[in-house]
């Protein structure tokens, strides 16, 4: 059991702060306050995080933590938090962790008895669930998929039958290609894509994967909302159809194959049912 409570003001903590996702004014009055307030700020790009640091006349002291250096940082960051200092993590849009640097620290904190702390405020994949449409519990976020092709077909095929609305992250250089991926994966569901969210050209794209194929220049910052698996309601009278198989020159067993595969039934039982079916005519 780890009960650490964030509210001793003299101990150690560390902050996990969500900075704006595009537009500078969605920052909290909470995380101006904290950055201002902690001994030092890793931030996860430090020439960005200047334009917003500057913006809120934060003076605390800045260092850089990324995906390159964080297997070295971890560490010292860890003895940091030991001498007792605050310490806040922050990365170039959204919530840190959340497909950003932070996990690596925030487990290591929590590991070492240290307060870990979030300050909630913008991300792009809820932000996108909410405006989506799309039912939104539950939810998979997904955040990135791999950028090798062939993996991105595995990870789809096993997201293949999940039934409710998923979250993905996407570079507007993969984005076609990813949807020519789902379309042949996860068939033509029904997508939101959306742009640029709390930017000037923000832009919401709802409609099917095929239609947003369609579509030249998808460009910007995106996040794709695909709805869940549906399963298909068959509405057939198998008998029927296996004779219509039967009648089209289909061997009988090879019908009642096919039958057993389209409405997901044994192929034992449905041949039992079908003889049974014969004889009482
Ligand atoms: N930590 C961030 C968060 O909480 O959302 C996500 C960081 S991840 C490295 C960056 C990806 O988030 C982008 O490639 C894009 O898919 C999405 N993203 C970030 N800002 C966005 C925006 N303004 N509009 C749409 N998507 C955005």
């Known amino acids: ?32 306050n ?33 995906e390159f250096n964080q297997e070295i940082k971890t560490d010292s960051i860890i003895e940091e938090l030991k001498s007792g200092m605050k310490i806040a993590i922050i990365s170039d849009a959204g919530l840190p962790v959340i497909s950003d640097p932070g996990y690596r620290i925030a487990k290591e904190a929590i590991k070492n008895d240290i307060a870990v702390s979030t300050i909630p405020g913008a991300s792009a994949g809820i932000s996108a669930l ?34 409710h609305t998923l979250i ?41 994967i095929q239609e947003l194929l369609e579509l030249d220049n998808l460009k910007g910052e995106m996040v794709l909302i695909v709805d869940g698996y549906k399963e298909e309601k068959i509405d057939i009278n198998p008998f029927e159809k296996i004779d219509e198989l039967i009648s089209l020159g289909y061997k009988p067993n090879e019908a009642i194959k096919e039958v057993s595969k389209l409405i997901n039934v044994n192929r034992k039982e449905l041949y039992n049912d079908y003889v049974e079916y014969k004889n009482q005519r």
């Not at 059991?1 to 101990?11: F, L, V």
């Not at 449409?133 to 789809?156: A, H, M, N, Q, V």
């Open 1 to 32: 059991m780890n009960r650490i409570r964030s509210y001793d003001r003299e101990k150690a903590i560390l902050y996990l702060v969500a900075t704006p996702i595009g537009n500078l004014l969605d920052m909290t009055y909470r995380a101006v």
């Open 130 to 163: 909410v405006s989506s449409g799309f039912s939104p519990s539950p939810y998979t976020f997904y955040g990135f998929l791999d950028s090798k092709e062939s993996k991105r077909i595995e990870e789809l095929n096993n997201l293949k039958y999940v039934d």
């Open 168 to 208: 993905f992250y996407e570079a507007p250089h993969r984005i076609k290609n990813t949807l020519e991926n789902m379309l042949n994966v996860l068939g033509n569901r029904n997508v939101c894509l959306a742009r640029e969210l709390t930017k000037t050209y923000e832009e919401y794209l709802r409609g099917t």
């Open 34 to 66: 904290i950055l201002k307030e902690v001994d030092k700020i890793y931030a996860e790009d430090t020439r960005n995080s200047i334009v917003l640091l500057k913006h809120y006349e934060i003076n605390t002291k800045l260092e850089s933590y990324h």
